[in-house]
């Protein structure tokens, strides 16, 4: 992506590869695109989807580009960002079938479902 310098990169590759190849994990190399894959030059990430292959470079960038206008935090990903606008929304769109709970992430919901495991085999 445009917005990606590997020159400006302060770490080293897992790998221990540099340039424009990366290993893949069957052992081979591929250029940054062959053959309509997006190769990651840093890591053995590979991606026929170029919106997909942007996100992960910012991985290594440590890019933040989503900014939440309430804090100031940044995030690499807007669906990250998303998620916590409810921090300061207050939205809890995910509610347990079992009692009134409701969950800003569906992950908070799951964890909260263990109680009513819990109950059952206790």
Known sequence: PSNY???KQQ???????TGSTS???NGSHCPRMRGGMHCCNLCPYESRS????????RIHSKEKPFKCPTCQKSFAR???LKIHKRVHSG????K????????ATNSS??????IHINEKLG
């Open 78 to 80: 807007l669906d990250t």
């Open 5 to 7: 310098h590997p020159d």
């Open 109 to 114: 919901l799951a964890c909260h479902r263990r």
């Open 50 to 57: 170029a919106p997909n292959f942007a996100r992960h470079m």
């Open 23 to 25: 290993q893949t994990p």
């Open 91 to 94: 939205e809890k769109p995910y």
């Open 11 to 17: 770490s080293t590759p897992s790998h221990g590869k």
């Open 96 to 103: 347990c079938n079992l009692c009134s709970y409701r969950a």
